[in-house]
């Protein structure tokens, strides 16, 4: 709704690659022209962090003719910018900040997670209210800053994209939790960063399991950056307790009732939120302690390849997307890489989940190393998630665009010098052929 209001058909707009799915969907139905920034990356535990500060002032200074940058404060790891240099340098060349805290709903109601987006400058953000508040699934709230805010246009998009039916239950929801949240967040709040301070404690007593400090999680490009940590995420090194991480989550599941939130090959992310109570608590240490009891030798963990270096952005995103496309098997008969579909372009987006980050957008030319990093993906044994990829009865494919699609889109970065030569060009084969 936000993209939709903010951002014309063509328009610029810097984003981190790492932002959720529902931000690349954005991009599409929008039309936008995506810059794309890449986060920091924390390789010893595979924990993607924010975009570097001197990244995105580069990116702010090189296009300003961008409408708007979206970044992700905090991180589903806890990692939060410095918004507000980020902001004013954004500010000062009229480009504006949409911040997703999807994971931040709750700081506003405690000192220990402030600044919010919001009081840091940001023309909106967007919060799951259900997820770290008290709301039903699928309630989430757009705050708007903009002092420019065009609220009709808003309006229209909004409308767009919701129902016409609304779900009173739900809205009931979110302001009870907006509710609770003011008059009772402080308290839950400070009940939840104790529990937090205590669970630290615990699970670094069992000797085996291992929290990760700010200092641990930072990847070494933002460590000047000022970033923070909101400490009821807590990411746990599991690297010495002889499972792998896809075993320990389900000894947790299984044996114990605990769902774990989120994993690398070798942590695991537990949530705290104003729910948590001393008994969940402790029923998550007491498991840890008694997994580490066990004394099993460690394994040897496999740590993911690393995702490809973004490849170019051939036509826009929404251009790419809307075309019919044709699929094209990403293995040949002797099982390699399928040469006809290098350098052609993806339709889709292709997103392996866990880390979530698009390998291809729609409308990203396709590369060798790219189908490499997907069939390797594809063959792991840990049977990764790639969203995107069709299946051809056992055959995986990619949607690409066909040569005739091709031929009718304009590509994206074209000067006006590159224009007058292809309708040069245009002209003389017209000519050719009469
Ligand atoms: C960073 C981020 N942004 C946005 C979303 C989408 O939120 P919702 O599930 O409320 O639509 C998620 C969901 O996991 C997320 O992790």
Not at 108 to 116: G, K
């Amino acid at each position: 709704m936000i993209l939709q209001t903010l951002i014309a058909p063509g328009e610029k707009l810097l984003l981190d690659r790492n932002c959720h799915k529902s931000v690349h969907h954005g991009v599409v139905l929008s039309g936008a022209h995506p810059v794309y920034l890449d986060s920091s990356v924390n390789r010893k535990y595979g924990v993607f962090g924010p975009v570097p500060k001197k990244t995105i002032f580069q990116a702010i200074e090189d296009h300003p003719d961008a409408e708007a940058l979206v970044l992700t404060s905090c991180t589903y790891d806890g990692l939060r910018y410095d918004l507000k240099p980020i902001i004013e340098a954004a500010h000062a060349r009229g480009t504006k900040v949409l911040i997703d805290e999807a994971w931040y709903g709750h700081a506003r109601f405690h000192p220990e997670f402030r600044p919010t987006a919001l009081e840091s400058g940001a023309d909106y953000a967007t919060q799951s209210t259900h997820k770290v508040l008290s709301a039903l699934s699928q309630a989430s709230m757009i705050h708007v800053n903009d002092p420019d805010f065009k609220e009709h246009i808003f309006r229209q998009n909004f409308n767009m994209h919701t129902s016409t039916s609304p779900q009173y239950a739900m809205i009931a929801s979110m302001d009870v939790a907006r509710q609770q949240a003011v008059m009772e967040g402080y308290k839950l709040l400070s009940r939840t960063l104790e529990l937090a301070t205590e669970l630290r404690g615990q699970i670094n007593s069992t000797g085996v399991f291992r929290v990760l400090e700010l200092d641990d999680l930072l990847p070494d490009e933002v460590k000047g950056d000022n970033v923070r940590l909101d400490p009821t995420k807590v990411t746990v090194d599991i690297s010495r307790c002889g499972f792998t991480v896809e075993e320990l989550q389900k000894e947790l599941f299984e044996r114990f009732n605990i769902q774990v939130e989120k994993s690398t090959f070798n942590t695991l992310t537990l949530l705290l939120t104003i729910g948590t109570t001393r008994s969940k608590v402790s029923r998550l240490y007491d498991a840890l302690m008694r997994i580490a009891r066990e004394g099993r030798a460690p394994r040897r963990l496999y740590p993911m390849p690393d995702v490809p270096r973004f490849t170019q952005l051939r036509y826009l995103p929404r251009d790419a997307f809307y075309c019919g496309g044709e699929l094209l098997p990403l293995l040949d008969e002797r099982d390699s890489v399928n040469k006809a579909l290098l350098d052609r372009v993806s339709a889709d987006q292709i997103v392996p989940y866990p880390p979530g980050i698009p390998v291809l957008v729609p409308g990203q030319v396709i590369t060798e190393e790219v189908i490499q990093y997907v069939v390797g993906l594809l063959r792991s044994q840990k049977r990764m998630e790639v969203h995107g990829i069709v299946y051809d009865g056992y055959l995986p494919c990619v949607r690409v665009l066909t040569g005739d699609e091709e031929q009718a889109l304009r590509r994206v970065g074209l000067t006006c010098t590159d224009i007058r030569e292809e309708v040069a060009q245009a002209t003389r084969r017209t000519a050719v052929v009469s």
